[in-house]
């Protein structure tokens, strides 16, 4: 089974939606709190340690319902058993879509345990200095090549879970940018340093010019046969990693069953697994699955990632909004909006449905956004006083990691402090001046977490992962393939041909054409 082709719009349960909207779309939260006492409490869902407040929505209770009677009305409960029984629910790419199954230990798939028996394997024996380089050194460092999914969410977990590394220092090459690579060349010893060329495809034009251009300066002083000891792969694409010369042993398997975008609970993650071990990994997967269990067996009324794109489909199609904000308040999290802006933008930025038309009404939201407290002193005047309407996601643990509480107080005190202006404003209080007013009514979720653990990191991605399949099942789009990204590889072939001055290189674009003139007579 595909998924249904349902055009959103015409349900009956948007139909409501659209009259409802005109109704409430004026209406001032701040007076809904205070004709029911009980919204905060009412507007909270709870699942073990998680708690989420969306009280200061723009919503009632009839929202509420109507957007659970659109989720109902396109078939989502469907969908979601569809995408966890491995139906090919990517059909433009004919694929299943099964990360949720890389961290399912109940009904582990054999092939996914044992590469987990082998990451496991392979980082104890580098964390522990079992494994060697070239001149009987222990490894210190490790350098992940690879570029989009194969190195946002592994550089994105090991900066959250910062607090559980071991001695490795660990970085990532995704850039093709000849600069980086100096630097980062610049910091490490070829005697002590592993390279893990991640590439889903391997055939990715950025990772594998880097690839060469690494294993060029490490051949530059290192005998060609020690490669095995400095270059391991991870990949689909057995074939091109052993042309490359990553001998199978140190080649972990990928399937084409795993997004490059949700790969980081497969192989992909292993430098995260050497960065902070097996069994924080393993958790980080078991935190993963806690919300899948959460996701596929809770009512939508009480299920959070449901609530949490309904929400957001009733901001972007209903109120207008295009982008929605992300603040973690942990620094620990400074990578957490990258991460979130190539899942939810690479999946949701289409503009075809299922039928393959146009769709006639407006899909993927942009994600943007940095930690609290620091975004207070970038662009929250955007938020407070600006013109447009833009809903916030604020993440905040109760707990810090080092046990500094005063911190922490003051940390958590801002979080809460910001939902509330938002919200409030200062309508109603005296203010001096227009200039020093502000309106509220600004939305904004507050998403609560206990500690940042490697388990409550994997529940906030799986989350949010899950938030985005549902937007996508409701407008209609195929969330798993990204043909967008195809046009800009083939044109950059052929303008690198033009930049090296190829012959027979054709440019058609007069702009192109120019700006080529312009950088060749510097
Ligand atoms: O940006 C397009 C994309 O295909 C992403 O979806 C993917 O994460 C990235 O390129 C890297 O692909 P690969 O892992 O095959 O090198």
Known sequence: MSLPSIDPTTTQAWKKLTRHFEEVRCLNVPDLFQEDPERAKKMGLQWQSVYVDISKNRITQETLSLLYELA???????????????????????????????????????????????????????????????????????????????????????EALTFYKNHLNVQFLSNVDGDHIAEILKTVDRETTLFIVVSKSFTTHETLVNAHTVRRWFLEQAPPETIEKHFVAVSTNLEAVQAFGIAKENTFPLWDWVGGRFSVWSAVGLSVCCAIGYTHFKALLQGAHDMDKHFRNTDFEKNIPVTLALLSIWYNNFFGTETEAVIPYSQYLTKLVPYLQQAVMESNGKGVDRNGNPVTYQTGTIVWGTTGTNAQHAFFQLLHQGTKLIPVDLIVFSESLHGDTEHQNILMANCLAQSEALMQGTLGSEVENSFKRFEGNKPNTTLLLEKLTPNSLGRLMALYEHKLFVQGVIWNIFSYDQWGVELGKKLANNTLKAIRQEKDTVIDNPSTQQLLKKLQNR
């Open 72 to 158: 109902e009305e396109v078939g989502l409960k469907d969908a979601i058993d569809a995408q966890f029984t491995g139906k090919q629910i990517n059909k433009t790419e004919q694929r299943a879509v099964l990360h949720t199954a890389l961290r399912d230990f109940e009904t582990m798939n054999p092939m996914v345990s044992a590469t987990l028996h082998q990451m496991k394997q392979f980082s104890q024996a580098v964390i522990s200095g079992a494994w060697k380089g070239y001149t009987g050194k222990p490894i210190t460092d490790i350098v992940n090549i690879g570029i989009g999914g194969s190195t946002l969410g592994p550089e994105m977990v090991t």
